[in-house]
């Protein structure tokens, strides 16, 4: 099993920055592509960015330019840089992993954390 556990929201001003950071912990072999989702409320979950594990990535258009993903395969951590925040950024972020948890089978288990809130005001 794997655990993903968030950390880095909170409340900043629009025009401030925020770093997120996803460590995933547990007995696992690999992570493979990581990324985050945000949910607004009264919104569907929405896609905010992902990352492969060799590091290509891939943004939501509201964020591009904005937001940075990356991650740390030695630490077993993804992150996300968030710059230039608006209000409209406001939402609980989730962090996901596709963690292959044996070396004898390429099967792929999909973890989520617990979310952490982002607020930012205008």
């Known amino acids: 099993q794997a655990q993903l556990l968030e950390s880095g929201g909170g409340l900043v001003q629009a025009g401030g920055s925020l770093r997120l950071s996803c460590e995933v912990s547990g007995s696992i072999f690999r992570i493979n592509a990581m990324g985050w989702y945000r949910q607004a409320p009264g919104k569907q979950r929405e896609l905010v960015a992902t990352?492969?594990?060799?590091?290509?990535?891939n943004y939501a258009d509201s964020v591009k330019g904005r937001f940075t993903v990356s991650r740390d395969n030695a630490k077993n951590t993804g992150y996300l840089q968030m710059n230039r925040l608006k209000p409209e950024d406001t939402a609980v972020y989730y962090c996901?992993?596709?963690?292959?948890?044996?070396?004898?089978?390429?099967?792929?288990?999909?973890?989520w954390g617990q979310g952490t809130q982002v607020t930012v005001s205008s």
């Open positions: 990352i492969s594990r060799g590091g290509n990535t």
């Open positions: 996901y992993a596709d963690v292959r948890l044996s070396e004898v089978t390429i099967d792929q288990t999909e973890y």
